[in-house]
């Protein structure tokens, strides 16, 4: 499977028949050097500035077996090629301290690459040069954008196209290759190129994983072999949606009982205000001392028994930072849990009108605490699910007790975030019953984290950070392996005069019906946005798509365990399925629900009539019963509640939609 060509001027690595590096003198597939970064951070936005010093080209290579040394006078790099477990796997050894590192992945012209991580912006980052850093998104996240401008003016939380919770050395091309670079460090991946992917990081990474398949469907098993696959989620996630309501206790049964009323079907309630609120000129905030509230919420345990014969599910929300002077934060700094500055002091982050403790998770005993405060304060509640929350925002200047440079943690810091969750759960034996979703990530969330949410969309139709992005950020982080993803119905964050819609949350609730989960929010300013509690056509509405969401529930469980048996993405370009089809490489707009059904949800405002893409396939119209034959674009109306939504004639689960569409039309 693996060869090394050497000639007097060119060495080739080839696996599988594909190639994975070209090097020779004269264009060097690997560089080393030094840099100084110089990094500005507020709130979790970071502005980086990387000053180079120094980038030596290794010209000289020399092949010994499956080993190759790439030098230049004295620096030596030692590449160890080795074929494990039917991937290509490269270790890197440098006889020199450097603190920056290129190396060039063989490209062609005409290939697409998807990936990094979660990227909302574009799905095909070819053409691009894209920084890894995980922060916050951004508000706006388009320089162009009156929102972003203001939000960089006022905030400095404008963000650009790159910005992610979710950063990922990995990607995969449309040469049906996936390569991983072993490094969390800080790195950029530039794919403007004809011949070469250049891949910068600042170390030494340990090496790289290269995988080769004849198709999709055989990939994405392989790299979650790799990655390690999540749990099934909880079956009750299939029986309608989850409310995003707070309040107190009387007040979100209050809506639960309106919901109900009006016909909708609701499997959990997510009360992010469990352990108390508190209010900021950024909005309505929570108490970050992460106990119930028993003022808000009382006798919530045994309210939450009642709930469940009823098949209603209590959920909740955490995170890493407790609120200065509060019982958890001085229980952790009494025992040395916390994070320090440079004087051995308790860092404190600024939140916004408010400070934080961070829980040191580097330190084993304080990663063992904070896993028995999520077991006792939330699950042996009976809290069901969580918002794991702020894996991103680990201060670049701290001081960690495992003694590694904070610029070097701060990638794989939401890994530890998410394996703290992980743990919790399956040591209580609640894999598969209890469920939490983040936003940050990074290589190994495939394993630890058991979903994905999209984290704080702009609650308008803006295309770098409103309702659409929400797609290519669903594909991207599925096809390197993270199967489960979903978005707060109606978007987040209000700001400089976004105000949340009618329209903007009923289109975004019908496209939710076609993702892993439902779940509303009320966003960061509740009394200034559109919510669903307050008119009775939504709710009417959110009735109608949660009765199409359980009748498919069926066809949806089987994703879920094709999800958790062989990683397969719940949303899935089209590529995936039609990989000899060009036009759909380069799609992000719509996407298919499975590999039967095909949706591409309305995300422009006013919208009544779309055109759709169908790949060489017969298909369905869901509300109309209408037969196209694919390869082409198609136009159908789509009036609210009415995405354009299609199944393939062939598939199984036929009589699943066909009764939808005998209900519906």
């Excluded at 060097?28 to 507020?42: A, C, L």
Aim: proline content about 4%.
């Amino acid at each position: 499977m693996l060869k090394i060509i050497q000639d007097s001027n060119q060495i080739t690595v080839i696996f599988k028949d594909e190639i994975v590096l070209v090097h020779s003198e004269q264009n060097p597939s690997f560089y080393v050097g030094k840099g100084k970064e110089t990094i500005e951070s507020y709130r979790g936005n970071f502005n980086i500035d990387d000053y180079i010093f120094e980038r030596i080209p290794l010209r000289h290579a020399v092949c010994h077996d499956q080993t190759i040394l790439f030098s230049n006078q004295d620096i030596e790099l030692k590449l160890t090629l080795s074929v494990e477990q039917g991937r290509l796997v490269g270790q890197f050894h440098l006889n020199q301290p450097m603190n920056r590192f290129w190396f060039r992945v063989y490209a062609t012209k005409d290939e697409s690459v998807y990936g990094l991580g979660e990227q909302a912006s574009f799905f095909n980052m070819r053409g691009h040069s894209v920084p890894l850093f995980t922060s916050e998104s951004g508000v706006g996240r388009d320089p162009k954008s009156l929102t972003t401008f203001y939000a960089n003016k006022v905030d400095k939380a404008g963000g650009s196209f790159y910005t992610t919770y979710y950063p990922e050395t990995s990607f995969v091309s449309s040469r049906k290759t996936y390569f991983h670079l072993d490094s969390y460090a800080y790195a950029i991946f530039d794919f403007r190129h004809p011949d070469f992917h250049e891949c910068l990081t600042w170390e030494i990474p340990k090496g790289f994983i290269f995988m080769k398949k004849d198709h999709y469907v055989e990939l994405l098993p392989d790299i979650t072999e790799y990655t390690g696959r999540p749990p099934l989620l909880p079956e009750y996630l299939l029986d309608g949606m989850v409310l995003g309501v707070q309040g107190g206790l009387e007040q979100v049964l209050a809506y639960l009982k309106k919901a109900q009323d009006h016909g909708i079907k609701v499997s959990g309630l997510w009360c992010q205000d469990w352990a108390g609120y508190r209010f900021t000129t950024f909005g309505k905030r929570l108490y970050w001392n992460w106990k119930l509230n028993e003022n808000l919420y009382p006798s919530l345990p045994e309210k939450i028994k009642e709930l469940e014969k009823d098949h209603v599910h209590f959920l909740s929300y955490i995170c890493p930072f407790l609120l200065e002077n509060e019982s958890l934060f001085l229980e952790a700094e009494r025992q040395g849990f916390l994070v320090l500055n440079q004087q051995g002091e308790s860092y404190k982050e600024d939140f916004g009108e408010f400070y934080c403790g961070i829980v040191d998770l580097t330190n084993p005993l304080a990663y063992a605490w904070y896993k028995e405060v999520i077991k006792n304060n939330l699950i042996r509640l009976g809290i069901k699910g969580w918002m794991a929350d702020f894996g991103e925002y680990l201060p670049i200047d701290c001081k960690l007790h495992n003694g590694v440079d904070a610029v070097l943690m701060h990638n794989e810091w939401p890994v530890l975030w998410a394996k703290c969750n992980y743990e919790a759960v399956k040591e209580t034996n609640n894999l598969g019953k209890v469920f939490y979703f983040m936003r940050a990530g990074g290589f190994g969330s495939q394993r630890y984290s058991t979903s994905i949410w999209a984290g704080d969309q702009s609650v308008n139709w803006e295309t770098h950070d409103g309702i659409a992005s929400v797609i290519p950020a669903a594909l991207s982080v599925g096809i390197i392996g993270n199967p489960y993803t979903h978005s707060d119905i109606g978007g987040y964050t209000s700001l400089h005069g976004n105000i949340r819609t009618k329209e903007l949350f009923d289109r975004w609730c019908e496209m939710n019906v076609f993702t892993s989960y439902m779940r509303t929010h009320e966003g960061n300013r509740p009394k200034d946005n559109f919510q669903f509690y307050n008119d009775a056509h939504t709710m009417h509405h959110m009735g109608r798509m949660t009765s199409v969401r359980v009748m498919l529930k069926p066809y949806i469980k089987h994703l879920f365990h094709e999800a958790s048996l062989l990683g397969f993405p719940v949303q899935r370009p089209l590529f995936f399925h039609y990989e000899n089809d060009q036009q759909a490489y380069q799609l992000q707009y719509q996407y298919l629900f499975g590999k039967d059904m095909l949706i591409k949800p309305v995300v422009l405002e006013h919208q009544e009539k779309m055109s759709v893409y169908l790949p060489e396939d017969t298909w369905i119209h869901l509300w109309t019963g209408v037969e196209y034959q694919g390869g082409k674009e198609v136009t159908v109306d789509c009036p609210l509640g009415y995405p354009p939504v299609f199944y393939t004639k062939k598939s199984s689960f036929a009589y699943l939609f066909q009764n939808i569409t005998k209900t519906y039309a």
